[in-house]
């Protein structure tokens, strides 16, 4: 094998452990999560007990839309990154469910009961309910409510297909 083929075996192998630590981190291969995943059992007991409770904030949401967006934004609050427990990243978006500061203090001005703690699951997760149903989810127009979360295609499509995942796991 020449030179030029050892190299490139070795970045192979390099690059292959690189994302078996990112996976043993908790963390998914896109950083954010979001692939349609393994199922109900990769959300932690306490965020799912959260969505769960969070789903019934207006009836065209649901837990798994709430469990679509934590993964994608955050893995469910356990992606390694500025923003997720402390700081913020560089969007200014904090906490496991990534609300910018002034977007989360006015969901909890329309609300009342939802916690001060961006970074405390237990406090974004009813905030994120809140503002989806806000958003457009009250008058049943999902997309426009996702949307509204952060404005991209993509990304509507990203958490759509997440949450299905999540449905039909349970």
Not at 101 to 123: E, L, Q
Request: hydrophobic share 40%; with cysteine; proline share 4%.
């Amino acid at each position: 094998m020449s030179l030029l083929g050892k190299v490139g075996t070795a970045a192979v192998l390099v690059a292959v452990a690189a994302v078996a630590l990112h996976y043993k981190d908790g963390a998914s291969a896109d950083e954010g999560g979001g692939g349609g995943g393994p199922g109900v059992a990769d959300i932690p007991g306490d965020y799912l007990r959260a969505y769960r409770a969070a789903g019934e904030t207006c009836p065209a949401l649901d837990w798994a839309l709430l469990a679509g967006i934590g993964k994608v934004e955050t893995n469910h609050g356990r992606l390694k990154a500025a923003g997720v427990r402390s700081g913020a990243n560089f969007a200014g978006a904090k906490g496991p469910m990534q609300f910018l500061t002034p977007t989360f203090n006015s969901v909890r001005s329309r609300h009342s009961g939802i916690g001060s703690d961006i970074y405390d699951p237990g406090d974004a997760i009813p905030a994120a309910a809140h503002y989806l149903c806000d958003s457009g989810l009250s008058q049943g127009d999902q997309y426009r409510a996702i949307y509204a979360y952060n404005h991209a295609g993509w990304y509507v499509a990203k958490v759509q297909n997440q949450a299905a995942a999540y449905r039909r796991a349970g």
